[in-house]
C-alpha cells in the first residue's frame, strides 16, 4: 500500500469516528427533546428492539414505562451537558452522559442531576440504544436544593422515602479519596485562605 493510500485510509477512518461521535451526539439531543415533548414514536426509535432502559427491557416496554412515568409530569426539561464515547466500533459503542433534568411532578418543580451510561448499536435507520442505565447525583425539589445537595439521601422523588445519591457517593474512586488524610497545610474545601 502506498503512502497516498494509506493516508487515504487513515482519513477515511477520521471521517467514520468523527461522523459516529456526531451522529451520536445527535441521539442523545433528540432524546431530550422527544421525551419532553412526548414524542413516543420518535423515542421508540432511539431504542434498539430488544434495548433496555433502567431494567426495562424491549422497545414497547420502554415506551409503556415513559408514558406511564411522564403521565405524572406536567412539563419537563431534559438538558445533556457533555459526554464521551468509548470503544467505537463500525456497528456498537459506549458512552457516559452527565445531564440535568427539571420536572414538574404533581405541582412540585424537581430539579435532577444524572448520568447515563449508554451502549449504542447502530442499527438500519442509524444509531440506537442498546442500553441506557441513570446513575443519579440528586434529585430534589427547588426549594429543596440549596441544603439538601450536600446530603447523602438527596435522591428525594416526591412522595417517595429519600434514598442514597449513587453519584459520587457510591464510586469507589471517590470512596477511596475520602480515606485519604488531608495533607498538612492544605486547607479543606470551604476553608477560609490565609
Do not use: K
Not at 432502559?53 to 406536567?74: E, K, L, P, S
Not at 444509531?127 to 429543596?144: G, K
Request: glycine share 8%; proline share 5%; net charge negative.
Amino acid at each position: 500500500m502506498s503512502t497516498t493510500e494509506t493516508d487515504l485510509s487513515s482519513l477515511a477512518a477520521l471521517l467514520r469516528r468523527v461522523d459516529t461521535r456526531q451522529q451520536l451526539g445527535e441521539l442523545i439531543a433528540r432524546y431530550g427533546m422527544a421525551v419532553d415533548d412526548r414524542d413516543f414514536a420518535a423515542l421508540a426509535l432511539m431504542f434498539a428492539p430488544d434495548g433496555e432502559f433502567n431494567g426495562v427491557r424491549g422497545r414497547d416496554a420502554i415506551i409503556a414505562f415513559y408514558r406511564a412515568r411522564t403521565a405524572g409530569f406536567t412539563t419537563s426539561a431534559h438538558y445533556a451537558h457533555g459526554w464521551h464515547f468509548d470503544d467505537i466500533g463500525d456497528d456498537t459503542a459506549r458512552g457516559v452522559v452527565n445531564a440535568h433534568a427539571e420536572l414538574c411532578i404533581d405541582g412540585r418543580a424537581v430539579r435532577i442531576s444524572l448520568r447515563y451510561l449508554d451502549h449504542y448499536v447502530r442499527g438500519d435507520h442509524g444509531w440506537m440504544f442498546a442500553s441506557r442505565r441513570i446513575l443519579f447525583r440528586y434529585v430534589l425539589p427547588f426549594d429543596e436544593v440549596a441544603t439538601g445537595i450536600g446530603e447523602p439521601m438527596r435522591v428525594r422523588w416526591p412522595g417517595q422515602a429519600p434514598q442514597q445519591a449513587d453519584l459520587p457517593d457510591r464510586l469507589q474512586t471517590y470512596l477511596d479519596s475520602r480515606l485519604v488524610p488531608v495533607p498538612a497545610g492544605v486547607a479543606p474545601a470551604g476553608a477560609r485562605q490565609p
